[in-house]
């Protein structure tokens, strides 16, 4: 072995190291918020929306079926439009699969919430060593980046999708970089994008065309061709995949809640430039508004403890700067987007970027403190670092004066820190740079977890919702178990949430995926909009008390009962809306009187959803076959009304062969125009996503483009094995266990 090879083999093992220390102190620390609050990472979405989702998921793929469109779950079933139910994504089959086989959804969740942060804490590791931070720095950034506020107070404990958006993306950017800037495999690249793109989440495709759009712009401003074709190439197989599964929600939008194109400002879940001045204070709240009125009990813009510390960091050199120009410009993009308005046509709530503003800031940090420390550490810069915690803590203080007693502890640690680095980088007698490097790098990831402590007895868990709901998939298995045909909820569903007896009766949400009894009230994110108006149901399935009497009213156009169209054998009527028994209709009578439910089946048990519901006078059909996408029928007869009301919500997709597409009944119920049809013609109503042709052609060209791109970047490879000499930028993207040198400064 050469003494160059073993110097390599050396450095690698010392990473080695240091990412295996950073991954596992990251799931130490998020592990340590259990043993305070057991449910942190099952709370408000993870438990209503997401695991219900991946149990019926799960279920689906291991009974070997593919979830396209389930008419029994009215709004919330149409699942390409959906996005994040991951229909594509190979780790939400996973997840989804072991969620079906697991009986403790609290258990089962919080262990996949745990591997996404330290997968996080990975990629933001590796990312930093392409913009050649060393080691240990890239080992502090991949701590930092999953203690960041919003990431551990919103999306590990509730929304899992952006958590696994910011969790993937420093992947998806370090093999851009290393396939781009490197001329290395693109394979690492287009493996961690699908999984992005594929999540369905919105967010961090933003970002994704953010480093995409800059990574070209800088390429053609250098004039480098082969850059801007890798670039181009990784464009486009990201923006074909993004049709392949946005397109559906984009065409469907148009008849759900989220047709909206405005722009408005209501303060909600958006920052300002004084909230921003806490973001090295992992205890101050700010004043970002929500649900639960102008301040939010979290930390939502906390980024680092150690960002008063960027005064030792300071000046940069000049090649350092060019180096970092994709972080400073996704930063500025990211605070911009923070503070802006607080809705964009459908996209809401701007505070949602602010992992990716922790990644950006983490990841500078660690480069400049790799080329900057302890050559730059000077008594002056000591100096200004004290000055810029103590403008921060002031302002901090000044928007959240009741949190005086948390700052002040969190300030002590900060100064006592930089007091510590400055020991160590001004002492006569300190070790050698290197050790000096790990030693402080070490002391920043401790004070790292030591600043969790003060966080939890703060904030011991999400401000978003806690509903309570059991942790035993046997126990909700069997509510409803032996109710008849479909059910629907009606009333509040929110009134006793907490209450664990409750659960005994109903559940919420996309829990009712577990029950037996096909249930509609489940979890979307795309209410379809008449028909959560007749219903007066929002997004989590519950409803007005006026929605029982809109059931059991005979709808005007076709004489039955609106219970009737939808095919409900089933009520549960939730005791919070209706504390008096509400009298039932003919056919129908009260089975069960609960403690916390009315339940009522009818007499005798309909059809369910998705067949035919109603024909018009003279009009008759014989029924030959009905699935979730398709309904078949023959034409017996074709009458002055010549109307078909097919059970299903009228969705762009449906194709209908041998009549017509007819306007829906009540706004929301698929009708076929049969006025031109014989007796004993078929007629055939199937649905796929919309623009499916689109979305086949998308993935083809995807497939192609992406195949491409390995061939022709094996191809250069044989041709220039070795980066050009002297571009240390490619070297150091490709290898990125490399010891990364220190610039000189003058």
Same mark, same amino acid.
Request: glycine share 8%.
């Given at each position: 072995?050469?003494?160059?090879?073993?110097?390599?083999?050396?450095?690698?093992?010392?990473?080695?190291?240091?990412?295996?220390?950073?991954?596992?102190?990251?799931?130490?620390?998020?592990?340590?918020?259990?043993?305070?609050?057991?449910?942190?990472?099952?709370?408000?979405?993870?438990?209503?929306?997401?695991?219900? %989702?991946?149990? %019926?998921?799960?279920?689906?793929?291991?009974?070997?079926?593919?979830?396209?469109?389930?008419?029994?779950?009215?709004?919330?079933?149409?699942?390409?439009? +959906?996005?994040?139910?991951?229909?594509?994504?190979?780790?939400?089959?996973?997840?989804?699969?072991?969620?079906?086989?697991?009986?403790?959804?609290?258990?089962?969740?919080?262990?996949?919430?745990?591997?996404?942060?330290?997968?996080?804490? /990975?990629?933001?590791?590796?990312?930093?060593?392409?913009?050649?931070?060393?080691?240990?720095?890239?080992?502090?950034? /991949?701590?930092?980046?999953?203690?960041?506020?919003?990431?551990?107070?919103?999306?590990?404990?509730?929304?899992?999708?952006?958590?696994?958006?910011?969790?993937?993306?420093?992947?998806?950017?370090?093999?851009?970089?290393?396939?781009?800037?490197?001329?290395?495999?693109?394979?690492?690249?287009?493996?961690?994008?699908?999984?992005?793109?594929?999540?369905?989440?919105?967010?961090?495709?933003?970002?994704?065309?953010?480093?995409?759009?800059?990574?070209?712009?800088?390429?053609?401003?250098?004039?480098?061709?082969?850059?801007?074709?890798?670039?181009?190439?990784?464009?486009?197989?990201?923006?074909?995949?993004?049709?392949?599964?946005?397109?559906?929600?984009?065409?469907?939008?148009?008849?759900?809640?989220?047709?909206?194109?405005?722009?408005?400002?209501?303060?909600?879940?958006?920052?300002?430039?004084?909230?921003?001045?806490?973001?090295?204070?992992?205890?101050?709240?700010?004043?970002?508004?929500?649900?639960?009125?102008?301040?939010?009990?979290?930390?939502?813009?906390?980024?680092?403890?150690?960002?008063?510390?960027?005064?030792?960091?300071?000046?940069?050199?000049?090649?350092?700067?060019?180096?970092?120009?994709?972080?400073?410009?996704?930063?500025?993009?990211?605070?911009?987007? *923070?503070?802006?308005?607080?809705?964009?046509?459908?996209?809401?709530?701007?505070?949602?970027?602010?992992?990716?503003?922790?990644?950006?800031?983490?990841?500078?940090?660690?480069?400049?403190?790799?080329? &900057?420390?302890?050559?730059?550490?000077?008594?002056?810069?000591? /100096?200004?670092?004290?000055?810029?915690?103590?403008?921060?803590?002031?302002?901090?203080?000044?928007?959240?004066?009741?949190?005086?007693?948390?700052?002040? *502890?969190?300030?002590?640690?900060?100064?006592?820190?930089?007091?510590?680095?400055?020991?160590?980088?001004?002492?006569?007698?300190?070790?050698?740079?290197?050790?000096?490097?790990?030693?402080?790098?070490?002391?920043?990831?401790?004070?790292?977890?030591?600043?969790?402590?003060?966080?939890?007895?703060?904030?011991?868990?999400?401000?978003?919702?806690?509903?309570?709901?059991?942790?035993?998939?046997?126990?909700?298995? &069997?509510?409803?178990? +032996?109710?008849?045909?479909?059910?629907?909820?009606?009333?509040?569903?929110?009134?006793?949430?907490?209450?664990?007896?409750?659960?005994?009766?109903?559940?919420?949400?996309?829990?009712?995926?577990?029950?037996?009894?096909?249930?509609?009230?489940?979890?979307? *994110?795309?209410?379809?909009?008449?028909?959560?108006?007749?219903?007066?149901?929002?997004?989590?399935?519950?409803?007005?008390?006026?929605?029982?009497?809109?059931?059991?009213?005979?709808?005007?156009?076709?004489?039955?009962?609106?219970?009737?169209?939808?095919?409900?054998?089933?009520?549960?009527?939730?005791?919070?809306?209706?504390?008096?028994?509400?009298?039932?209709? +003919?056919?129908?009578?009260?089975?069960?009187?609960?403690?916390?439910?009315?339940?009522?089946?009818?007499?005798?048990?309909?059809? /369910?959803?998705?067949?035919?519901?109603?024909?018009?006078?003279?009009?008759?059909?014989?029924?030959?076959?009905?699935?979730?996408?398709?309904?078949?029928?023959?034409?017996?007869?074709?009458?002055?009304?010549?109307?078909?009301?097919?059970?299903?919500?009228?969705?762009?997709?449906?194709?209908?062969?041998?009549?017509?597409?007819?306007?829906?009944?009540?706004?929301?119920?698929?009708?076929?125009?049969?006025?031109?049809?014989?007796?004993?013609?078929?007629?055939?109503?199937?649905?796929?996503?919309?623009?499916?042709?689109?979305?086949?052609?998308?993935?083809?060209?995807?497939?192609?483009?992406?195949?491409?791109?390995?061939?022709?970047?094996?191809?250069?490879?044989?041709?220039?094995?070795?980066?050009?000499?002297?571009?240390?930028?490619?070297?150091?993207?490709?290898?990125?266990?490399?010891?990364?040198?220190?610039?000189?400064?003058?």
């Amino acid at each position: 072995m050469t003494q160059q090879t073993s110097v390599t083999a050396r450095r690698r093992g010392v990473a080695a190291v240091w990412v295996a220390v950073t991954v596992t102190l990251t799931g130490v620390f998020a592990v340590s918020r259990v043993f305070v609050t057991p449910r942190f990472y099952f709370a408000d979405d993870s438990e209503v929306g997401a695991f219900g %989702q991946w149990w %019926q998921l799960g279920d689906r793929l291991l009974s070997g079926s593919f979830p396209v469109l389930d008419p029994h779950a009215w709004q919330a079933g149409n699942y390409f439009a +959906e996005g994040q139910w991951g229909l594509l994504n190979p780790l939400t089959w996973l997840i989804a699969i072991t969620a079906r086989w697991a009986e403790n959804p609290v258990v089962h969740t919080t262990i996949v919430k745990i591997a996404f942060l330290m997968l996080m804490a /990975g990629g933001v590791y590796l990312l930093s060593r392409s913009f050649t931070a060393s080691a240990p720095w890239a080992a502090v950034a /991949g701590v930092l980046v999953p203690l960041g506020g919003f990431t551990v107070y919103m999306d590990a404990p509730s929304w899992a999708t952006g958590l696994f958006n910011a969790a993937v993306l420093p992947w998806v950017w370090w093999g851009l970089r290393r396939s781009v800037e490197a001329l290395r495999s693109p394979i690492p690249y287009l493996l961690a994008s699908f999984a992005l793109v594929t999540f369905g989440y919105v967010f961090g495709v933003l970002i994704l065309v953010i480093i995409l759009v800059e990574s070209l712009v800088r390429a053609i401003i250098g004039r480098d061709r082969g850059r801007i074709v890798r670039t181009l190439l990784a464009s486009a197989w990201g923006a074909l995949l993004t049709i392949v599964v946005y397109l559906p929600g984009v065409l469907t939008a148009p008849v759900t809640a989220r047709a909206g194109l405005g722009i408005s400002n209501a303060r909600f879940l958006n920052a300002d430039l004084s909230d921003l001045m806490s973001a090295a204070a992992p205890t101050a709240t700010a004043s970002v508004g929500a649900w639960w009125g102008p301040e939010t009990a979290a930390p939502l813009v906390y980024v680092a403890w150690l960002l008063p510390l960027l005064p030792l960091l300071l000046p940069m050199p000049r090649s350092v700067v060019r180096r970092c120009i994709p972080l400073f410009v996704l930063l500025a993009l990211m605070i911009v987007l *923070v503070i802006g308005p607080s809705q964009v046509g459908p996209l809401r709530w701007p505070v949602r970027f602010m992992p990716y503003v922790c990644l950006a800031a983490c990841v500078l940090v660690a480069v400049m403190a790799t080329h &900057a420390f302890p050559a730059l550490v000077t008594g002056r810069r000591v /100096g200004w670092s004290f000055a810029l915690l103590l403008v921060t803590t002031g302002i901090t203080f000044a928007n959240t004066p009741p949190q005086w007693r948390s700052l002040a *502890v969190v300030l002590v640690v900060q100064a006592l820190a930089i007091v510590g680095i400055a020991f160590v980088a001004l002492s006569p007698r300190a070790p050698g740079d290197a050790r000096r490097t790990g030693l402080t790098a070490a002391a920043a990831v401790a004070v790292s977890g030591l600043l969790v402590v003060p966080q939890m007895l703060v904030f011991p868990y999400t401000p978003l919702p806690k509903f309570g709901v059991p942790d035993s998939v046997e126990r909700m298995e &069997a509510v409803l178990a +032996e109710a008849s045909g479909d059910a629907i909820v009606v009333g509040d569903i929110y009134a006793y949430g907490g209450v664990d007896a409750s659960f005994d009766e109903r559940l919420m949400g996309n829990l009712w995926y577990l029950s037996p009894t096909p249930v509609s009230s489940l979890y979307t *994110v795309l209410p379809y909009s008449t028909f959560s108006r007749d219903l007066c149901m929002d997004l989590r399935g519950s409803t007005c008390a006026d929605s029982l009497a809109t059931l059991w009213s005979t709808d005007d156009t076709t004489g039955l009962p609106v219970a009737d169209l939808m095919g409900v054998s089933t009520i549960l009527a939730m005791k919070a809306t209706f504390p008096e028994q509400p009298m039932p209709p +003919e056919g129908w009578r009260l089975v069960a009187d609960g403690d916390y439910t009315w339940l009522f089946e009818r007499a005798q048990e309909v059809a /369910g959803a998705g067949g035919v519901a109603w024909t018009g006078s003279g009009t008759e059909v014989t029924v030959l076959d009905t699935s979730g996408t398709t309904v078949t029928f023959r034409v017996d007869s074709v009458g002055n009304d010549s109307r078909v009301v097919l059970g299903r919500l009228d969705y762009p997709g449906y194709a209908i062969s041998g009549a017509d597409h007819a306007s829906p009944t009540r706004g929301w119920l698929l009708t076929v125009d049969t006025s031109e049809a014989q007796p004993g013609d078929i007629v055939t109503v199937a649905f796929r996503p919309p623009g499916f042709p689109v979305m086949v052609a998308a993935l083809a060209l995807g497939a192609a483009a992406a195949i491409g791109w390995v061939i022709l970047q094996r191809r250069a490879r044989r041709r220039s094995p070795v980066p050009a000499e002297g571009d240390e930028e490619q070297f150091i993207a490709a290898t990125p266990a490399r010891e990364a040198e220190p610039d000189t400064h003058g």
